[in-house]
């Protein structure tokens, strides 16, 4: 499956962003969908995951603030972002895996989007 993510931007802290990510091909339910991060000099880590049975994990750091949501129909996955705090800059990517498990290593995911960066300002 191919990904395309987007809606990242510069926003200020306490403010929010909604990003999507849109796959193709016609078997996005039998996916696993996980959003991660990477910020300069870090590694890619977990944000949200979404599983083909809509099974929700949040990484501790964005319980409470992220929501992550799927429409099989329109094949695409979403990540509400709220409170964002300047922390959350990173470069957020969208992935999709058929493993067995779905949170939280990148392992668990063939398939990454390019990226959409997200810069929270103090």
């Known amino acids: 499956v191919q990904l395309q993510a987007s809606g990242g931007g510069l926003v200020q802290a306490g403010g929010s962003l909604r990003l999507s990510c849109a796959a193709t091909g016609r078997t996005f339910s039998t996916y696993n969908m996980g959003w991660f991060r990477q910020a300069p000099g870090k590694e890619r880590e977990f944000v949200a995951a979404?599983?083909?049975?809509?099974?929700?994990r949040y990484a501790e750091s964005v319980k409470g603030r992220f929501a992550i949501s799927r429409d099989n129909a329109k094949n695409t996955v979403y990540l509400q972002m709220n409170s964002l705090k300047p922390e959350d800059t990173a470069v957020y990517y969208c992935?999709?895996?058929?493993?067995?498990?779905?949170?939280?290593?990148?392992?668990?995911?063939?398939?990454w989007g390019q990226g959409t960066l997200v810069t929270v300002s103090s």
């Open positions: 979404i599983s083909r049975n809509s099974g929700i």
């Open positions: 992935a999709a895996g058929q493993d067995r498990l779905w949170y939280p290593k990148v392992g668990y995911y063939d398939d």
